[in-house]
């Protein structure tokens, strides 16, 4: 059974700093692995989605990368800002179907101004 | 918005009750998700639909019914629940490629739902 693992639960930065959010997985049989963003009492936005043959993927100020042989995942978050205050969940389709997917949960970011 | 519509936001409801949720996808996907996301724990799947057939049951118990008349629409029919049930309840769709891989899925805002 896939679990995955998000490291650390919180996280709470100055403005401005970059930072690493961590994720494992016990499972390197994966499709893919997706993070995601999710705002307060809503639902979670997609920010990248890595499939099993790429190493990383980029959008503006965010970079996620994929080890699937050590079974890593790490999201850089680039010169932070208030507006990336939000809980990043990372998730992985489980060995048991592709479209069976178990999430992390999460890491809770506060970028202070 | 993400093309992902769920009714209602917010929902109150007695262990007695019965009621529905809704999502509705406006992205022409062929696979629909109901995930269900309790306080301090993991989003769990409950329910994947693919071109309108239930494909995936994730052990839930039989007090939540799902129904998928069609690939833009998705309920989650609730009967006797119990409190332990409140959570963040949501939808989601993708365009399922049969593990060709770069499936991302799109989420609704999810009902908030309190069982009392």
């Known amino acids: 059974k896939q679990e995955v693992t998000q490291i650390p639960a919180a996280l709470s930065v100055p403005e401005g700093e970059n930072l690493v959010l961590n994720c494992s997985f016990t499972?390197?049989?994966?499709?893919?692995l997706q993070w995601f963003r999710q705002d307060p009492g809503k639902g979670l936005t997609s920010l990248l989605l890595?499939?099993?043959?790429?190493r990383e993927q980029t959008s503006g100020r965010l970079n996620a990368s994929l080890d699937k042989s050590s079974g890593r995942s790490t999201l850089y978050i680039a010169a932070s800002q208030p507006g990336d205050s939000a809980t990043y969940l990372c998730?992985?389709?489980?060995?048991?179907?592709?479209?069976?997917?178990?999430f992390g949960t999460g890491t809770k970011l506060q970028v202070i101004p | 918005e993400t093309g992902v519509t769920q009714t209602p936001r917010h929902l109150v409801m007695g262990m007695t009750n019965k009621k529905s949720l809704k999502c509705e996808q406006h992205?022409?996907?062929?696979?629909m998700y109901w995930y269900k996301q309790s306080a301090k724990k993991p989003l769990e799947l409950m329910f994947v639909?693919?071109?309108?057939?239930?494909?995936e049951n994730n052990s839930v118990p039989s007090r939540f019914s799902p129904e998928c008349p069609n690939s833009s629409h998705l309920f989650l029919h609730l009967h006797t629940l119990q409190p332990e049930d409140s959570a963040l309840y949501l939808c989601?769709?993708?365009?399922?490629?049969?593990?060709?891989?770069?499936?991302?899925?799109?989420f609704g805002p999810g009902t908030r739902l309190l069982v009392l």
């Open positions: 989601a769709s993708s365009q399922a490629n049969g593990g060709a891989g770069g499936e991302t899925q799109y």
């Open positions: 499972d390197s049989a994966i499709y893919n």
């Open positions: 890595i499939q099993s043959s790429q």
């Open positions: 998730a992985v389709p489980s060995s048991g179907g592709y479209q069976k997917v178990t």
């Open positions: 992205l022409g996907h062929n696979a």
């Open positions: 639909y693919n071109f309108k057939e239930q494909t």
